[in-house]
């Protein structure tokens, strides 16, 4: 990635512009762990980026920043800029760019996330991003009092960091939280719930539980259960216990997923009907729920004598064969009922014995 993201930078760098890495991919280069995407901070505007990448949309140019694919890594390169007023403690509406890295980087939300690096592989800490990291500390670019009222995303992203890795939240920082989460019933839906499954889909889940409930952000955010809640491998487990499918946005297959499993809650799960029907993922999801080991859930579910249709030992061809015809509805009920009874094992899962089972019951 960084051969790749170097090449973007210098591209940028040629035609006579300051260019750097900021934000996360330097922290977390720095951190030695690993990055999904890059940012980029640049005196360029996205006219000037256009003229340098010419594939680029400025139709999707939002406060001057711009996205770009480049050898299948996503950048966002955003122009220096200072934000001069915002709107619903949210969205920037007035914008000025500028010439001025450290101006640039005085904007931003947190100082670890104020880490710069050039393309020669220099890290450029104006805001003292290094001393944080090493002291494992969030801390506000500016007074929190102020900061979290210009945008109150940063109330959860704060959250977020702290949780993802595993630091402190600074004194002032976390008392402002409190103060302001009143302020995250404007945020959206759709916000606040990305903001949450990166929460809850960390290893340091309950660490950043903790933090959410210490701070009452909980209420704020409409997840009251939050508390009573039994930490899962999946976040959709999370979400299952929390009761907000008809606050929170979800897909289609979250909802049918979180549907799944509440139901498979009120039943027994090591009937071998219902380890079948619910499949090992939603079963093990329930079992972490309700305090079952993993290994136990596994266990019983590689006991079934077959976890789909495709398993069954004979197939609708060779049923027909014995029948002589061609395929028809008759075929459904045998299926099902072959089906039923090897869940049940009833019957053992081979062929001959099941063309048996079908002469016998069905001729």
């Not at 977390?28 to 340098?52: E, G, M, R």
Request: glycine share 4%; with cysteine; proline share 3%.
């Amino acid at each position: 990635m960084l051969e790749t993201a170097t090449k973007v930078l210098k591209k940028i760098e040629d035609k006579g512009y300051k260019a750097y890495f900021v934000g996360g991919y330097p922290r977390d280069l720095y951190l030695n762990q690993k990055s999904v995407d890059v940012d980029i901070c640049t005196n360029a505007t996205p006219k000037d980026l256009k003229l340098i990448f010419p594939n680029i949309n400025l139709s999707s140019e939002n406060y001057g920043s711009i996205s770009l694919v480049f050898n299948n890594i996503y950048f966002e390169i955003t122009t220096f800029r200072k934000e001069i007023k915002y709107e619903n403690n949210r969205i920037p509406v007035k914008i000025k760019y500028i010439d001025d890295l450290l101006e640039d980087l005085k904007r931003r939300d947190f100082i670890i996330n104020t880490l710069c690096m050039d393309s020669n592989g220099n890290m450029i800490d104006l805001l003292g991003a290094r001393e944080d990291l090493d002291a494992k500390q969030i801390r506000m670019v500016g007074k929190p009092k102020h900061r979290l009222k210009e945008d109150i995303l940063r109330i959860l992203r704060a959250i977020r960091f702290a949780t993802t890795l595993n630091f402190a939240l600074d004194k002032e920082l976390e008392k402002y939280i409190a103060k302001y989460g009143y302020l995250l019933r404007k945020l959206s839906y759709e916000r606040k719930k990305e903001e949450l499954d990166k929460i809850f889909s960390s290893c340091n889940i309950q660490y950043g539980i903790d933090l959410i409930l210490k701070t009452k952000l909980d209420k704020y955010l409409e997840i009251p259960n939050l508390a009573k809640a039994t930490i899962t491998s999946s976040p959709i487990g999370i979400w299952s216990q929390l009761d907000v499918v008809d606050i929170y946005r979800f897909n289609n297959n979250e909802k049918k997923t979180i549907k799944l499993i509440n139901e498979l809650m009120g039943k027994e799960l090591f009937a071998e009907e219902n380890l079948y029907k619910y499949g090992l993922y939603i079963s093990t999801v329930v079992g972490e729920i309700k305090g079952i080991d993993r290994k136990k859930v596994n266990e019983n579910y590689n006991q079934l004598y077959i976890t789909n249709r495709g398993e069954i030992a004979i197939t609708a061809i060779e049923i027909c064969e014995i029948f002589n015809s061609k395929p028809g509805p008759f075929l459904k009920p045998i299926i099902d009922d072959i089906e039923c009874k090897l869940v049940k094992k009833e019957i053992i899962n081979d062929k001959d014995v099941l063309k048996d089972y079908v002469i016998n019951n069905y001729s």
